[in-house]
């Protein structure tokens, strides 16, 4: 079984940066799916970005298109966002997910992953 565990969140300013990273242990992942959700502070979990295995397609939200880059190094098993001009919005809990299929698209729907993360807050003042 698989375990991911995330790091990286804190505590910023609005207009900072910070590097998110998701450690796999366990179970190889580097042939599939993995993404970035948040769940902001009362609403539901969603998508912020995903990645196919070897890197070949990348999916964004809208929201973050323009300021977040997800990236994943295989050799190492990790998984990393880096977010850039942080805004209040952005302010939520992080989850890491990988999910069991080797494909070329990436799922927005939390349902359609297989094995998340604990989270880690990042919270953005204004």
């Known amino acids: 079984q698989v375990q991911l565990v995330e790091s990286g969140g804190g505590l910023v300013q609005a207009g900072d940066s910070l590097r998110l990273s998701c450690a796999a242990s366990?179970?190889?992942?580097?042939?599939?799916?993995m993404a970035w959700f948040r769940q902001p502070p009362g609403k539901e979990r969603e998508f912020v970005a995903g990645i196919t295995w070897s890197a070949g397609r990348t999916n964004y939200a809208d929201a973050v298109r323009a300021r977040f880059t997800i990236s994943r190094d295989d050799t190492k098993s990790m998984m990393y966002l880096q977010m850039n001009s942080l805004t209040p919005e952005d302010t939520a809990v992080y989850y890491c997910?990988?999910?069991?299929?080797?494909?070329?698209?990436?799922?927005?729907?939390?349902?359609?992953?297989?094995?998340w993360g604990q989270g880690t807050q990042v919270t953005v003042s204004a």
């Open positions: 997910t990988v999910r069991w299929k080797r494909e070329v698209t990436v799922p927005i729907h939390p349902n359609e992953y297989d094995v």
């Open positions: 366990g179970r190889a992942v580097s042939i599939y799916t």
